[in-house]
């Protein structure tokens, strides 16, 4: 019989078997016991001798008055019941009670025996049993993620370094000192991407820390290894070059993910966290300009693939961060999801607990004691979590799904060090906190329509907040380009709610003017930091863009209105514009997606001679007429307004080839009909705006269906 050593701290157990091995008297042998004793008995139990019986049965004394010591055998001792095997007075009778004897059991008596708990034997083989649904689930999502071709998938998830290559990837690892490939030994393959069972209500977080590997071989080590989604194969040099750009370009925006993880433990640990953090670095990936894009279609798959398989895990959570602050390109904000994934994103979050670092057993199953490092990881995720909802919110003009309770707002406090958070991350949490702030403030009448509170209670808030931000700023020891430029942003959002003030109120005039120069400050910052580090133009989050668009349009509205204009220098201001629209242009990503358009539109609006196309005449001209998009809706508005222009044009001044009116196009200048493929509709020169055809815009959002 072979010796095994049973997981969860077992001990010892010989399993049954024909032929038992016979070991001396003075040791007590261990016989596993099923948890589910009425089962059918073995066939080699029955088939035993009685010989065979007794060398591994235990005789009880005889007590003084002739009668046996009334002990119960195993069996019944394990069901708790009556056992009349000690009663028995002819000894040359088989040693079985009752109860053994008609259900088949095998009868016998341990000194060492102890009765074991059936729901904690129940508990150990349903973790098992869940351990092997999870990485039977893993192996089949990613499986359909490589297209279905398994064998194919196998053989390039498992090939291992030669020589050559382990030599390269070591010299990797010396030359960045950013990952770390080695992990402890693991028991069992757990899988923290795909779902849970049935019955199940969630995951136990040690499984989910970072430093747990389903694939790690006896030593520990991870290999290097390509991998695959759908068509799109990369190798392990051009991952481990994706990473390196990811932690030095991109991850100091969103200090969020362990650096020290190796791509290799990355994957083990979640794949859809893989190609999210493969998808940003391939935003500006020179080997690869194309990469980006093919990979928009499979990551977005798998991501909603991975959002159906509940329970999810805080690996699910990260991912969704990362694919909303830096966003698939699209040509249409109608198609944007980012804003629908925030709120996924936080009601993941708090299903799982993270809002409450230190009580994790309130939503666990299990047991659970955490550490340190993942309360400290499970605090960053969750400050993660509220920034990009935050952002994305704002960007889009929406009511932020944010949750800034104790763990955020007062666990830095409380003493322990998991609780803190990076300087930057914290720095950035505190602004977010503070656009917050004043979106629910400006927008919490319910008197009006929009949610709008008037302009004399509004003023008295302008004050309390502008006084709030000028002590976060002042808070902030060593503050970092990045760190100056949210601070300008989160004052341009609560300044823009100066346009939704009467123009009859106080010092309106004063308001507007000190917008203008927050506006320009904003792109003049940028333009300025670009120039010192040339990160934040081209590795900037998608808010950023979203904050230049903006400024750009508040600048633009202001410059186009008679009289504010006479307050501004008009042709010095005129150079920013151009450069704040070149800024827009150059945080573009692919061909026609949004910051490309909105930076063509921007350009065409500043030489466009219609009167009154942005800005009305006089001081009331600023007047918005979408006022439902809180900071952005100065965006709204103006691309609103330049929708009417259109409609209002006759077809035969506005460009549209009526011959070829159900196929979107434009006509060249000898007449021919040309596809939108084959010729770009907004090109450099602001002229060629005439040649659009009509643009069908969204209320609520930039939408140019002809691109579509």
């Known amino acids: 019989m072979e010796l095994e050593t049973a997981p969860y701290q077992h001990p010892i157990i010989y399993w049954h078997a024909q032929n038992p091995p016979e070991t001396p008297s003075s040791h007590h042998q261990f016989f596993f016991q099923s948890p589910f004793p009425s089962h059918a008995p073995l066939s080699d139990t029955r088939a035993r001798s009685n010989d065979t019986q ?92 490589t297209g279905g071709d398994v064998a194919n998938s196998h053989q390039i998830d498992t090939i291992s ?105 990355y994957y083990n640990l979640s794949v859809l966290l893989f190609w999210a953090i493969i998808s940003v670095a391939s935003r500006r990936y020179d080997n690869d300009p194309t990469l980006l894009t093919r990979l928009a279609r499979s990551v977005t798959n798998l991501t909603w693939r991975t959002l159906q398989s509940i329970p999810h895990s805080k690996s699910v959570v990260q991912s969704l961060a990362l694919l909303c602050t830096w966003p698939f390109p699209t040509s249409s904000s109608t198609l944007d999801v980012s804003y629908m994934w925030t709120g996924t994103m936080m009601q993941i979050s708090i299903q799982m607990g993270l809002n409450r670092p230190l009580n994790p057993q309130d939503f666990a199953k299990f047991r659970v004691q955490l550490n340190d490092s993942e309360i400290s990881e499970r605090v960053r995720t969750w400050a993660g979590c509220n920034i990009v909802a935050q952002s994305v919110s704002v960007g889009t003009g929406l009511a932020a799904p944010v949750q800034y309770d104790w763990s955020l707002v007062s666990g830095s406090r409380s003493g322990s060090p998991a609780m803190k958070l990076d300087h930057g991350l914290e720095a950035h949490l505190r602004i977010e906190m503070f656009r917050d702030n004043v979106s629910r403030a400006m927008a919490s009448s319910v008197s009006d329509p929009v949610g709008l509170l008037p302009t004399h209670e509004r003023l008295s808030l302008y004050k309390v907040f502008s006084k709030e931000l000028e002590g976060i700023e002042g808070s902030i020891n060593d503050l970092s380009d990045t760190t100056r430029f949210y601070i300008s942003a989160a004052r341009l959002h609560l300044q823009s709610f100066y346009l939704f003030d009467e123009p009859s109120s106080d010092t309106y005039i004063n308001r507007i003017l000190t917008l203008y120069f927050t506006a320009t400050s904003v792109m003049q910052q940028t333009l300025d930091t670009n120039q010192r580090s ?14 230049s668009v903006s400024a750009s349009f508040i600048i633009l509205k202001i410059l186009k209105n008679d009289y504010f204009s006479s307050f501004i220098d008009v042709e010095s201001e005129q150079k920013l514009f151009h450069a704040s629209v070149s800024v827009i242009r150059k945080m573009s990503v692919a061909d026609n997606d949004l910051p490309g358009r909105l930076g063509d539109v921007l350009a065409y609006l500043w030489t466009d001679t219609t009167p009154n196309l942005i800005s009305g005449p006089g001081k009331e001209g600023l007047q918005l007429k979408i006022r439902s998009r809180m900071s952005m809706s100065v965006v709204f508005d103006s691309l609103w307004r330049w929708r009417e222009q259109f409609r209002a044009l006759p077809n035969n001044e506005n460009g549209f080839d009526q011959e070829n009116e159900g196929e979107p196009g434009i006509s060249d200048a000898t007449g021919t009909h040309r596809s939108i493929e084959e010729h770009p509709p907004f090109a450099p020169n602001p002229m060629l705006f005439d040649c659009v055809g009509p643009l069908d815009f969204a209320l609520d959002n930039v939408d140019f269906s002809p691109m579509n």
Do not use: W
């Open 54 to 145: 007794s060398a591994f049965l235990v005789r009880e004394p005889v007590i003084r008055n002739g009668s046996k010591k009334r002990r119960a055998c195993n069996e019944c001792k394990q069901q708790k019941l009556r056992c009349d095997l000690s009663t028995l007075v002819n000894y040359q009778s088989p040693d079985f009670c009752s109860r053994c004897k008609r259900l088949g059991l095998e009868c016998r008596i341990d000194r060492s025996f102890r009765r074991e708990r059936k729901r904690k034997t129940s508990d150990e083989l349903e973790k098992e049993v869940n351990s092997l649904r999870r990485e039977l689930s893993r192996r089949s999502t990613s499986a359909q993620a």
């Open 161 to 265: 370094s030669d020589a050559g290559s382990t030599s390269s990837v070591n010299t990797f690892h010396r030359q960045s000192g950013m990952f770390s490939t080695t992990l402890p030994n693991m028991t069992s393959p757990v899988s923290t991407q795909a779902s849970d069972p049935p019955g199940t209500t969630t995951r136990r977080f040690p499984e989910e820390s970072p430093l747990t590997g389903r694939d790690t071989n006896p030593t520990g080590f991870i290999a290097r290894a390509p991998r695959a989604l759908g068509s799109i194969q990369l190798s392990a040099d051009d991952i481990d070059e994706l990473f390196a750009e990811y932690f030095t370009y991109y991850h100091p925006f969103l200090p969020m993910l362990d650096p020290r993880i190796s791509p290799a433990q």
């Open 534 to 547: 040339q990160n934040i133009i081209r590795y900037c989050p998608f808010f950023v863009y979203q904050t």
